[in-house]
């Protein structure tokens, strides 16, 4: 009965999802409330709109409702890059000479070069509809920015993007491709700002960090008519957005009657990771199967392996409501790698009840061993993987080579979120043997649980 898998898997715009899926529906244990960051109450829908676009918020609370219908204007952006193809990885099996089957979902196909896009072309509709005049966000490698302008160009809406100064001077392509959407680029922290201002006077030639750049676009919107703030990871709307990856992949599989054994992805704020698992912890809640679910995460940042299950700021500036999430602390910086996408210090409140309840495992590894896996699949696949994505492949990788043990013919199933021609900094340190791995020691992790808020 068993068809034979193409090594591409495409599926007609008829089977693309008309609704994402809501997990936390299917959650009987749901994810804590945000908190507001000053009375420590749960955040409510009036607080929350005065931050975000209304039904964005209206999305974040919505912990009752499974499917939340996908807008024609969405689907129809949707369209021009999806369905992503869900790739079998035959060359790689076959180099691994595993017995295991190796399938990813390659989200890279868009000029924004990774899956942040299905979530900015969600967030900007809201903020046209509810007829704003534009929004504001911070980006460090680059990424999110990239797909906002993207995004905000497409429904004609102004984009103020706070960039960090050092990705700013490291990735000027980055910066240019904005610019080309009509964005604005502002390196952070700016003189345009009060806070990029006070910033500036005290740390002079500071090459900036996220959380500056996230209190100056935050600023921003407050202090500009018909501008909101807009985030592209972290929170549930961003993750529920997301589901598009994974319920594309249920039905890719489906359609070939292929039953996957484990689901990786890399983790950053969780939104990819949380998009193509959710369907499939969804089916694992209500009982109609059983799979393994793996968050992969750099060694340098290590929340979910390493980090305290607590109430947390989500921001450095502490302007953001309140999560109780996997943490390393607010302002624990983590040192410089080469995956930008993941130097975040906690996780969605979604994937942390998971991991907390036992049903995401988690692991973490050095950059170097990152990189490996990198040049190892983009030598046989073809594609380029961003050096995020790399540590599903390091996983999967890791994987099949048990199985090539074992002897187990295991499915294996991995995000892979986007390619890494803006990361070739980071290739060329690792090609000259330069790259150093950072993991921080546990009293550096308790000097920072120190300070987490008592809640
Ligand atoms: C931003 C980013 C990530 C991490 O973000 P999540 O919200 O955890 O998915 C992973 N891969 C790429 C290519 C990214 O741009």
């Known amino acids: 009965m068993s068809m034979e898998i ?85 060359c790689l099996e076959k180099k691994l000479g595993t017995p295991a089957k190796i399938y990813y979902k390659f989200e890279g196909n868009n000029t924004s070069g990774s899956h942040k896009l299905n979530s900015a072309i969600a967030q900007a509709y809201y903020a046209k509809k509810q007829g704003l005049k534009g929004v504001t966000t911070e980006t460090g490698a680059g990424q999110w920015g990239t797909a906002l302008s993207m995004a905000c160009s497409y429904f004609d809406l102004d984009c ?8 700013y001077e490291q990735k000027p392509f980055r910066r240019e491709v904005m610019r080309t959407y009509g964005a604005s680029v502002t390196p952070s922290p700016s003189e345009t700002t009060e806070i990029g201002r006070k910033i500036l006077a005290e740390h002079p030639g500071t090459g900036g960090s996220l959380g500056c750049a996230v209190s100056e676009a935050v600023e921003c919107a407050v202090s500009n008519d018909g501008y909101r703030y807009v985030l592209g990871s972290v929170l549930n709307q961003v993750l529920l957005h997301q589901t598009v990856i994974g319920l594309e992949t249920q039905t890719a599989l489906k359609k070939y009657g292929v039953k996957p054994d484990i689901i990786i992805g890399c983790a950053g704020g969780g939104s990819n990771l949380g998009g193509l698992i959710s369907p499939f912890v969804g089916e694992k809640l209500r009982g109609e199967a059983d799979y393994r679910f793996i968050a992969v995460e750099p060694a340098s940042c290590p929340s979910l392996t390493r980090g305290k299950y607590a109430y947390d700021y989500a921001d450095t500036g502490r302007i953001c409501p309140l999560a109780k999430m996997y943490t390393l602390g607010a302002d624990y910086i983590p040192a410089p790698n080469h995956a930008g996408g993941l130097r975040y210090h906690g996780m969605n409140t979604t994937l942390s009840a998971l991991r907390a309840s036992g049903i995401l495992e988690a692991v973490s590894y050095k950059q170097t061993e990152i990189f490996e896996a990198a040049e190892q ?79």
């Open 6 to 90: 193409p090594y591409k898997i495409y599926l007609e715009e008829s089977e693309m999802p008309k609704a994402w899926y809501n997990l936390r529906a299917d959650m009987k244990e749901k994810p804590a409330p945000l908190l507001d960051p000053k009375t420590h109450q749960p955040a409510t829908l009036d607080m929350l709109s005065q931050v975000f676009c209304r039904e964005l918020a209206e999305q974040e609370l919505n912990d009752t409702e499974p499917y939340i219908e996908i807008p024609e204007e969405i689907r129809n952006f949707y369209k021009m890059f999806r369905p992503s193809p869900l790739v079998r990885a035959y």
């Open 160 to 167: 103020k993007v706070f960039m960090v100064k050092v990705s």
């Open 377 to 455: 699949f983009a030598r046989v696949e073809g594609i380029l993987p961003a050096p995020e994505s790399s540590h599903a492949i390091r996983a999967a990788i890791d994987e099949a080579l048990k199985c090539k043990e074992t002897g187990e013919e295991k499915t294996i199933v991995f995000g892979l979120t986007g390619t890494g021609y803006f990361d070739l900094y980071g290739y060329q340190k690792f090609n000259d043997g330069l790259l150093q791995n950072y993991v921080p020691t546990d009293d550096e992790l308790a000097a920072s649980f120190a300070k987490l808020p008592n809640i």
